[in-house]
Nanobody, 131 residues
Framework: QVQLAESGGASVQAGGSLRLACLET????????VGWFRQTPGEEREGVAAIHTGSGDTFYDDSVQGRFAISQEKAKNTVYLQMNNLKPEDTGVYYC????????????????????????WGQGTEVIVSS
């Protein structure tokens, strides 16, 4: 079992920056995939970035490549999403998710970051980017 809690969402102007945090508690000793997703009303959750907590390898969706950075602080069991040069289209509720079984990261290696592959989810944190 894993519990996830996001924080750091806020309202910012376009061009601004935010850092989201995802605190993991529970059975997280073994390396596993942690992903960040975002969702807007009426839309499916979209994969933004992912990290493997064991290897440190990362993945980014093309829409955020070069603007967002995912990282981890193992001592705090926390995964961060640094978001720079924010755009109005980055607006949404951001969720972090974890998969302990390896299936999600296998898909990420094929450049498929899919919500359906992640079992554990946080409650989300809202990001609003105004123009």
């Amino acid at each position: 079992q894993v519990q996830l809690a996001e924080s750091g969402g806020a309202s910012v102007q376009a061009g601004g920056s935010l850092r989201l945090a995802c605190l993991e508690t529970g059975n997280t000793a073994r390396g596993h995939a942690v992903g960040w997703f975002r969702q807007t009303p009426g839309e499916e959750r979209e994969g933004v970035a992912a990290i493997h907590t064991g290897s440190g390898d990362t993945f980014y969706d093309d829409s955020v490549q070069g603007r967002f950075a995912i990282s981890q602080e193992k001592a705090k069991n926390t995964v961060y999403l640094q978001m720079n040069n924010l755009k109005p289209e980055d607006t949404g509720v951001y969720y972090c998710a974890a998969d302990l079984n390896g299936g999600a990261w296998y898909m990420v290696l094929g450049r498929n970051l899919r919500a359906a592959d992640f079992r554990y989810w946080g409650q989300g944190t809202e990001v609003i980017v105004s123009s």
